[in-house]
């Protein structure tokens, strides 16, 4: 089970975007994360007419380490760490470290 996932509301802890926030719009198999709206960068694109893409520089969200970032808290309203435990009825559920609240409903 993973401590991210797809959907989660995040706060990066490292980098030059450190202090933003943002969702998690993918999560990769390399343990790498796409974060709207953090570690955007420019890309300059080549046109290409079969497709009907236009050339000139976007930008776009590139992938950031799972590890630079940590799940927002509302209630603490900020970063906080994980855990997984698991109900009395043998679901697997995340809870943040620092009240033991559970994350998944």
């Given at each position: ?24 719009q993918?999560?990769r ?77």
């Amino acid at each position: 089970m993973r401590k991210i996932r797809k959907g989660d509301d995040v706060i990066v802890t490292a980098g030059r975007d450190k202090g933003r926030r943002g969702t998690v719009q993918q999560v990769r198999k390399d343990g790498r994360l796409i974060v709207e709206n953090v570690n955007v960068v420019k890309k300059h694109q080549k046109p290409d007419p079969r497709r009907g893409v236009a050339g000139g520089v976007i930008e776009k969200e590139a992938p950031i380490q799972a590890s630079n970032v940590m799940l927002y808290n509302p209630v603490k309203g900020g970063g906080d760490r994980v855990g997984i435990r698991t109900l009395n009825d043998g679901r697997k559920v995340r809870f943040y470290k620092s009240d033991g609240e559970v994350v998944d409903v």
